[in-house]
T-cell receptor, first 112, second 114 residues
Framework: NAGVTQTPKFQVLKTGQSMTLQCAQDMNHEYMSWYRQDPGMGLRLIHYSVGAGITDQGEVPNGYNVSRSTTEDFPLRLLSAAPSQTSVYFC???????????FGPGTRLLVL | GDSVTQMEGPVTLSEEAFLTINCTYTATGYPSLFWYVQYPGEGLQLLLKATKADDKGSNKGFEATYRKETTSFHLEKGSVQVSDSAVYFCALSDRDGANSKLTFGKGITLSVRP
């Protein structure tokens, strides 16, 4: 099992550009989520999904879109990047929201 | 809403010292409690968990006991090693079935000197 994979590992964007952060898992987990990690803030939930075709907002959803067309994939889209979105992004998956979450290695994003 | 409060860091210890990292929580109902660890340059991984009051989670020499009366889940290790240097996050999840979410504390950086 590869577990949870994320691409790219590092990305630099200019303000206003768009991009998609990829996340995939091969554990057949129904629950997937995206977090951002900022210094002194811990991890904050951006969006989550309890299964294919179902997504919901977390604590900090503004500026981000998600979709879940398959169980395996949960991409995060930035439609118009802003410097405030400079952060490290983690994708996670689990059997359900109450269980142990398995994290990907993260994507470090810098928006200039 | 739910919240997790961790002691302020960073923490620097000498090898073989005793470690305590405090964590308290606020939640409705009976959450599950977790400690996650993030080694440098990596994602988070589960260190230990407890799902009900008085449960003790343990792993790699670390322990934490779910104390409902004090709403705490403090992390302890009797003798830390240099390899324990990492960021430690306390977290809780409610038990709202499929819609449960993890709430994290801010994390604390532990550095262990040889």
């Amino acid at each position: 099992n590869a577990g949870v994979t994320q691409t790219p590992k590092f990305q630099v964007l200019k303000t206003g550009q768009s991009m998609t952060l990829q996340c995939a898992q091969d554990m057949n987990h129904e629950y997937m989520s995206w977090y951002r990690q900022d210094p002194g803030m811990g991890l904050r939930l951006i969006h989550y999904s309890v299964g294919a075709g179902i997504t919901d907002q977390g604590e900090v959803p503004n500026g981000y879109n998600v979709s879940r067309s398959t169980t395996e994939d949960f991409p995060l889209r930035l439609l118009s990047a802003a410097p405030s979105q400079t952060s490290v992004y983690f994708c996670a998956s689990s059997l359900n929201g109450a269980g142990t979450q398995y994290f990907g290695p993260g994507t470090r994003l810098l928006v200039l | 809403g739910d919240s997790v409060t961790q002691m302020e860091g960073p923490v620097t210890l000498s090898e073989e010292a005793f470690l305590t990292i405090n964590c308290t929580y606020t939640a409705t109902g009976y959450p599950s409690l977790f400690w996650y660890v993030q080694y440098p340059g990596e994602g988070l991984q589960l260190l230990l968990k407890a799902t009900k009051a008085d449960d003790k989670g343990s792993n790699k020499g670390f322990e934490a006991t779910y104390r409902k009366e004090t709403t705490s889940f403090h992390l302890e290790k009797g003798s830390v090693q240099v390899s324990d240097s990492a960021v430690y996050f306390c977290a809780l999840s409610d038990r709202d079935g499929a819609n449960s979410k993890l709430t994290f504390g801010k994390g604390i950086t532990l550095s262990v000197r040889p």
